[in-house]
């Protein structure tokens, strides 16, 4: 049973009081002791977290409600010459990682579960946001234009993908498809590698759409646009509660070219999935009507992740991105003209020279024959071009040698860039002597002079030369440089060439000869077409098949547009081959400038 004080000994009884006072104290200056260890290392956790790292955790508390989107400005407009959309932007969706939303041992798994949504690997995923780095303080793009499907599917199961943001956002956009596509190029997205080479001043970032290829990349600058922002309030879930600052982002300007779009489908149709290139040019200004090269491509496609099966398609189709106006190949006889200038500006042979032609010619123990192995009798210069006789060049190539052919050539433009604002252009070869050693190791030979006097040999041009020579003959003597902006205000570039006016004539009645009853008579047979005058060629390519060219400018009086045809390996004659495409374009011109006309008329 419980004790009482009257069962305690005397001794119990009787002890000093201060006994048990000192015993209570000692366990209060324990009890004191350990809560004051405990609150303290409490105090000074919260002076840690407070003081030593206060700047960390305000950062990391502001990016779990504040957050800073970047607004990315809206790429210029393409527009053709009658303001019909070449290349804009539609809305779409794009696919991004939040970096700072999560710590960074935790991406791999997420990376993870967006690779079987996206079709994107999550190494790559991971590579893109190491790149940004884990602490960017910015969205990063892992995929831009998602289809529907994949949008749906990604914003049904967003809580299993902590820091993934789907959003609109404007993607380039290629109405028409493939139509032009070698001369406006395409836009991607910019690459490590150009990211790490762009100039700082430019302000280009991770993710940032550039121009690639052709006028979208000549015009990055003026279609480009300026970045904006917006920092935001949000939830715990990601969900914007209230824009606290932005910074509207300005759209890259409008850019209207001097390409037809009319024009262009005519010339593509043309080509009818032919390898090589049509090209059209204003005569007098040098303008760009018509740009088309075969094979093509649809820029479209870069307006998306590519896959590894996209792209060896693409490869596949004999270099699908190479603008063959833009590629070198022996211009065979449309070289004549230049050959022609040469020989009369010489003063070798003056303008009313005839000379006998023949089955072939014999120079250093080889036979230069004639393309039809027979001759063409006594010619003048005017119908030396219209029957495109060899054995007639021939015969003025050795007389007046090949400095005189080398200097009218360059005159020309042969030789060297035309000016045209497009990566990629090759200035073609016009060989000499010095070439001829760096390049062949050998001197040069009269049958060098030979062969180039009928284009062929080590001589070569693009297509787009070729039409600048011609613009020379229809203008009346002036080199043109060829351009792609439509503006009025600006005098277009163009250089005296230094023609007589009677070598002038000779050249352009006899390109007039070709269609009334040479070499091109088939290709004017047309009721839509005025007078027109032109040039033929046909390029041997052993052991390939040969080239074939045509090229024409009309009317014939008062020149508007030069049109050249080119067929790479092809086979056949220039007329028959390529002749019927350059009718084809200019057919399509004169019965859009006779509507233009007539309209015009009915208005007033």
């Known amino acids: ?103 960074e041992q935790d991406w791999a798994l997420v990376a993870e579960r967006l690779s079987g949504y996206i079709d994107i690997p999550a190494g790559e995923i991971l590579e893109r946001l190491e790149r940004a780095g884990y602490n960017a303080p910015f969205p990063v793009r892992i995929l831009r234009n998602a289809n529907p499907e ?27 498809g493939d139509l032009a596509a070698h001369l406006l190029g395409y836009a991607g997205e910019i690459t490590a590698e150009e990211l ?25 600058q003026l279609l480009r646009g300026q970045w904006g922002g917006q920092q935001v309030e949000v939830d715990a879930a990601g969900e914007v509660l209230q824009i606290l600052g932005e910074q509207p982002a300005r759209a890259g300007q409008t850019l209207q070219l001097s ?53 060896q398609e693409l490869q596949s189709q004999q270099f699908p991105f190479l603008n063959r106006n833009l590629r070198p190949y022996p211009p065979a006889s449309t070289f004549k003209v230049v050959t022609t200038s040469a020989a009369i500006e010489s003063g070798v042979f003056p303008p009313d020279t005839t000379l006998a032609t023949a089955p072939y010619i014999q120079v250093g123990g080889w036979r230069f024959w004639d393309w039809n192995r027979a001759g063409f009798g006594v010619l003048d210069f005017q119908r030396a071009i219209a029957y495109s006789s060899d054995t007639f060049f021939y015969q003025t190539a050795v007389r007046m040698g090949a400095e005189p052919l080398q200097e009218w050539a360059r005159r020309y433009g ?10 990629g252009e090759s200035p073609g070869i016009i060989p000499d002597t010095q070439w001829k050693q760096e390049n062949i190791g050998e001197r040069w030979y009269t049958g060098d002079t030979v062969n180039m006097s009928i284009g062929q040999g080590f001589v070569s041009a693009t297509p787009l030369q070729v039409a600048v020579m011609t613009a020379v003959a229809a203008n009346g003597g002036w080199r043109v440089q060829p351009h792609l902006l439509l ?88 007329s028959s081959k390529a002749g019927p495409m350059v009718r084809q374009v200019l057919e399509a011109y004169f019965r ?13």
Not at 159 to 169: R, Y
Not at 202 to 215: E, H, K, N, P, T
Not at 596 to 603: K, P
């Open 1 to 103: 049973m419980p004790l009482s004080s009257s069962h305690l000994s005397p001794s119990v009884r009787n002890a000093p009081e201060t006994k048990v006072t000192g015993k209570n104290y000692q366990a209060l200056l324990l009890l004191s002791i350990c809560t004051g260890l405990l609150f303290g290392g409490i105090g000074t956790r919260l002076a840690h977290l407070q003081i030593a790292q206060n700047a960390h955790n305000r950062k990391l508390a502001d990016n779990n409600h504040i957050r800073l989107i970047p607004i990315p400005p809206e790429r210029g407009r393409i527009l053709d010459r009658n303001g019909e959309l070449l290349a804009g932007t539609q809305l779409a969706h794009g696919v991004f990682i939040w970096p700072l939303a999560q710590p």
């Open 150 to 176: 994949m949008v749906t599917r990604l914003q049904e199961n967003i809580e299993d993908l902590p820091g993934i943001i789907v959003q609109p956002e404007a993607v380039r956009f290629y109405p028409s």
């Open 414 to 423: 042969f030789g060297q860039l035309t000016g045209i604002p497009l990566a």
């Open 487 to 574: 503006n009025p205000e600006v005098q277009p570039q163009r250089k005296w060439v230094g023609l007589s006016p009677e070598t002038l004539r000779v050249v352009r009645e006899g390109l007039r000869e070709v269609i009334t009853g040479g070499t091109g008579r088939g290709v004017a047979l047309s009721p839509d077409l005025p007078a027109i005058a032109g040039k033929s060629g046909t390029a041997e390519d052993p052991p390939r098949k040969s080239h074939a060219w045509f090229t024409a400018y009309g009317p014939y009086e008062s020149a508007e547009i030069v049109v050249v045809g080119f067929l790479e390996n092809d086979g056949g004659g220039g």
């Open 592 to 604: 859009q400038q006779q509507g233009e006309s007539l309209a015009q008329n009915i208005a007033n």
């Open 259 to 311: 390409l037809d779009k009319q024009l262009q489908q005519v010339a593509e149709e043309a080509l009818a999935e032919r390898k090589g290139a049509v090209v059209a040019i204003d005569s007098h200004s040098g303008a760009v009507l018509a740009m088309a090269s075969y094979p093509s491509f649809d820029p479209n496609i870069f307006s998306s992740h590519i896959t590894p099966d996209q792209w």
């Open 196 to 220: 790490a080479a762009a100039d700082p001043a430019a302000d280009y970032r991770l993710g940032d759409v550039i121009g690639q290829m052709g006028a979208e990349r000549t015009y990055e």
